[in-house]
């Protein structure tokens, strides 16, 4: 053992072990800087308060953290769904089973915005203007690439550099498209006319598509991968049922039933909307098991 000099500080095995730690100041840096790499002092530049208020620097940097989820979700439903068209189921739920995590940082993202009083977002919501989540242009191709298309929703976004990926959006096939395209190469009887509509219009559930689903779930152990892909499909959907259910909880917190940003009606807009599911068999098929 080594004696330690009377007086001496107590070696550091943390600060010995670290690389940035001694050495010298002007030399080189690494290759990969941490800040660098992440563009971190970009990102820390983002956050613009235009008012006094102690809540609005939190709002804004929620509402960028809400954003960066949703294209990053929209990075991991599109590997889905490429997966499934490569018929890799396995990788298909592997990558679902990774954006369950990030669904569930979502959902939790809300639990700052519930805990600001309706004094607290009036002291900045005037600033807000016309602005509203409602043009997210990454959520919007995520409802699309999920599979809930309404071509009437470009429009918001007709003025805006986002105008021409979330039109791209609309004409790709979506998850489900690709969910269903991979029932069909296994031999399911998943109605022509839904494999061949066109991929911007609305999807409509289908009576046969539940049929296809219902054939799954009745015998999981002959369609394993497909019956744990409808597993993990509908707690995709579940979770985003849950996100937009909070969103009206918050809402209504915040609220109570002002108008909403945006020009939406508020609460009865969202209450409408919470009502929708992704992936509809996948839902009704339980009441015909």
């Given at each position: 053992m080594t004696a330690v000099r009377p007086g001496a500080a107590p070696a550091d095995?943390?600060?010995?072990?670290?690389?940035?730690?001694?050495?010298?100041?002007?030399?080189?840096?690494?290759?990969?800087?941490?800040?660098?790499?992440?563009?971190?002092?970009?990102?820390?530049?983002?956050q613009h308060p235009q008012t006094g208020a102690a809540t609005e620097p939190g709002f804004i940097i929620m509402s960028q953290v809400m954003e960066l989820l949703f294209e990053l979700l929209r990075t991991e439903f599109t590997t889905c769904r490429d997966r499934l068209a490569a018929d890799d189921v396995d990788g298909a739920l592997w990558t679902l089973r990774r954006s369950a995590r990030v669904q569930q940082v979502a959902l939790s993202s809300w639990d700052f915005f519930s805990a600001m009083t309706p004094g607290e977002f009036a002291e900045f919501r005037d600033v807000l203007g016309s602005a509203s989540g409602f043009q997210?242009?990454?959520?919007?191709?995520?409802?699309?690439?999920?599979?809930?298309?309404?071509?009437?929703?470009?429009?918001?976004?007709?003025?805006?550099?986002?105008?021409?990926?979330?039109?791209?959006?609309?004409?790709?096939?979506s998850l489900y498209d690709a969910a269903l395209a991979l029932l069909h190469r296994r031999g399911l009887p998943v109605p022509d006319a839904v494999l061949t509509r066109p991929p911007e219009e609305p999807y409509t559930p289908d009576s046969g598509v539940e049929g296809a689903w219902r054939t799954v779930y009745a015998d999981p152990a002959r369609y394993r991968d497909l019956h744990l892909l409808g597993e993990a499909l509908t707690d995709a959907a579940e979770s985003f049922a849950r996100w937009r259910y909070t969103h009206l909880a918050v809402v209504q917190r915040v609220l109570g039933g002002k108008p909403g940003t945006g020009g939406t009606d508020g609460v009865a807009w969202l209450d409408r909307i919470s009502g929708h599911r992704f992936f509809p068999e996948l839902w009704s098929v339980r009441s015909v098991l």
């Open positions: 095995p943390v600060g010995a072990s670290c690389p940035y730690a001694g050495g010298d100041p002007a030399g080189p840096a690494p290759a990969t800087a941490y800040a660098e790499y992440a563009r971190m002092d970009d990102l820390l530049a983002l997210s242009a990454s959520y919007r191709r995520l409802e699309f690439l999920l599979g809930n298309k309404n071509p009437g929703m470009v429009e918001p976004h007709r003025h805006a550099s986002s105008h021409g990926p979330v039109r791209r959006q609309l004409s790709e096939p």
